[in-house]
C-alpha cells in the first residue's frame, strides 16, 4: 500500500522576479484543470514523473485533511500565491526536488515559515523556512531571529 508523507506549504511569488515558464509551471500546479503543464520544463527530477501537476493533490485516510490545493492572482501586487495542504507517497525524493525547484522562486522573505512536510510514521514535521535548510532543526523563535536575521524582515 504504501506510506504517506503530509505537506502544507503556504509560498508566494513576484511574477517579474520568475521567468514565465516557471510561472506557468505554478500555474499548472495550483490549477491544472484550467492550466496545462508546459512543454518546456527545468532539468529537476521533480518534472520527470508523469503527471506531476497533479502529483501534489494526493489524500490518505491516514490524515485528517483533506487535500487542497489553491494558486491565488494578486495582478495589483505583481504577485502569485500557493497553498498546498495535501499528502501522497513520496517516493524517489518527489516532495525534495518539488522543494528544491519551487523554493529559490519564491518572494517570501528570508527566514520566514513556509510550512512543513511529515512522514505518516514521524510525530515530529520537518519545518520549512525561507532560506533555512530543511534539516536544520530550529528549536526556539529568539534561534531564529538570532541565527537567521534578515533585512527584509523583522522577528
Known amino acids: 500500500m504504501g506510506m504517506y508523507t503530509e505537506l502544507d ?16 509551471i505554478i500555474r499548472a500546479i495550483g490549477n491544472p484543470d484550467l492550466y496545462s503543464e508546459p512543454k518546456e520544463v527545468p532539468d529537476n527530477n521533480f518534472f520527470k514523473e508523469e503527471g506531476w501537476a497533479y502529483n501534489l493533490r494526493g489524500h490518505s485516510s491516514y490524515f485528517i485533511a483533506h487535500c487542497r490545493v489553491e494558486l491565488e492572482e494578486k495582478e495589483d501586487y505583481n504577485e502569485v500565491a500557493l497553498s498546498i495542504r495535501s499528502n501522497f507517497k513520496n517516493y524517489k525524493g518527489h516532495l525534495e526536488n518539488f522543494l528544491d525547484w519551487v523554493l529559490p522562486l519564491t518572494s517570501n522573505f528570508k527566514g520566514e515559515f513556509l510550512g512543513y512536510y511529515r512522514y505518516e510514521e514521524y510525530i515530529k514535521p520537518t519545518l520549512i523556512y525561507k532560506d533555512i535548510p530543511r534539516d536544520y532543526q530550529i528549536e526556539t523563535d529568539e534561534e531564529v531571529a538570532h541565527n537567521f536575521e534578515s533585512p527584509e524582515c523583522e522577528f
Not at 506549504?9 to 506557468?24: G, H
Open 9 to 24: 506549504l503556504n509560498i508566494r511569488f513576484n511574477v517579474r522576479d520568475i521567468s514565465q515558464q516557471d510561472l506557468a
